[in-house]
C-alpha cells in the first residue's frame, strides 16, 4: 500500500497567515493526488485535484503543487474560514489512501 | 447540484450485519465512480472500497480491512448506492460516507454526502 505522510500535524497561525502543507507519498504517485478541508461534523470537501488543479468554486488563495512523492497545499492569506483539518489522498493505485490529517488552528 | 444523502447507519451488535443506502440526485450514479469511505470517531478518513461505473462494468475494489465482509451494490433504476456491512467488528465503528467521482485523466472523489454513523457495540 501506498503511505500518506502529511507534516505538520498540527499548524497554528493568524488571520492573514499564509501557511503550507506538505504530503509525501512513499513511493511515485505521479500528479494522481487531492486535498480536501474538513470541518468538524462535517464532511469533507474537495479543494484540489491532480496535485495542482482548483476544484470549481474554491477561493484561488489555495494552491497546490508538486509530482512523484512530493506535495504541497499552500493558502496564500489564511481567512477566518479556513480554520479546519486538512487531508491529502492518493488515487494513483489501490487500495486509496489518504494522509492522517493536519489541523489548521488559531494561533 | 449534486446531492448525496446515506441512510441506514445504526447500532449493530458484533457479528451482525448492516445495510447502508445513498440516494442520488442532480448525478446520473451509473456515469460515475462511487466509493464508500470511512471516518472513526476522533480519526481520520479511510477508503473502504470503490464501484466503477457501467461503462467499466460495475467493477469493484476493497480496502483489506472490509475485503470479504463489505459489499458494494448498485441499482440505477433507483440511482443509489449500497454497502452491505457482515461479520461487523467493533473497528468498524464510524462515519461512513457516500461519495461521487469525477474524471480528469483518471478518476477522483468529488463529491461527499453527509455521512452515517454505525456503531458496532454489544
Known amino acids: 500500500d501506498i503511505q500518506m505522510t502529511q507534516s505538520p500535524s498540527t499548524l497554528s497561525a493568524s488571520v492573514g497567515d499564509g501557511v503550507t502543507i506538505t504530503c509525501r507519498a512513499s513511493q511515485s504517485i505521479s500528479s494522481w493526488l487531492a486535498w480536501f478541508q474538513q470541518k468538524p461534523g462535517k464532511a469533507p470537501n474537495l479543494l484540489i485535484y491532480?496535485?495542482?488543479s482548483l476544484e470549481s468554486g474554491v477561493p484561488s488563495r489555495f494552491s497546490g503543487s508538486g509530482s512523484g512523492t512530493e506535495f504541497t497545499l499552500t493558502i496564500s492569506s489564511l481567512q477566518p474560514d479556513d480554520f479546519a483539518t486538512y487531508y491529502c489522498q492518493q488515487y494513483y493505485d489501490y487500495p486509496l489512501t489518504f494522509g492522517g490529517g493536519t489541523k489548521v488552528e488559531i494561533k | 447540484e449534486v446531492q448525496l444523502v446515506e441512510s441506514g447507519g445504526g447500532l449493530v451488535q458484533p457479528g451482525g450485519s448492516l445495510r447502508l443506502s445513498c440516494a442520488a440526485s442532480g448525478f446520473t450514479c451509473s456515469d460515475h465512480y462511487m466509493d464508500w469511505v470511512r471516518q472513526a470517531p476522533g480519526k481520520g478518513l479511510e477508503w473502504v472500497g470503490r464501484?466503477?461505473?457501467?461503462?467499466?462494468?460495475?467493477?469493484?475494489e476493497y480496502a483489506a480491512s472490509v475485503k470479504g465482509r463489505f459489499t458494494i451494490s448498485r441499482d440505477d433504476s433507483r440511482n443509489s448506492l449500497y454497502l452491505q456491512m457482515n461479520s461487523l467488528k467493533t473497528e468498524d465503528t464510524a462515519v461512513y460516507y457516500c461519495?461521487?467521482?469525477?474524471?480528469?485523466?483518471?478518476?477522483?472523489?468529488?463529491?461527499w454526502g453527509q455521512g452515517t454513523l454505525v456503531t458496532v457495540s454489544s
Open positions: 461519495t461521487g467521482g469525477s474524471h480528469s485523466n483518471r478518476w477522483y472523489i468529488d463529491y
Open positions: 491532480e496535485a495542482s
Open positions: 464501484t466503477r461505473n457501467k461503462a467499466n462494468s460495475y467493477t469493484t
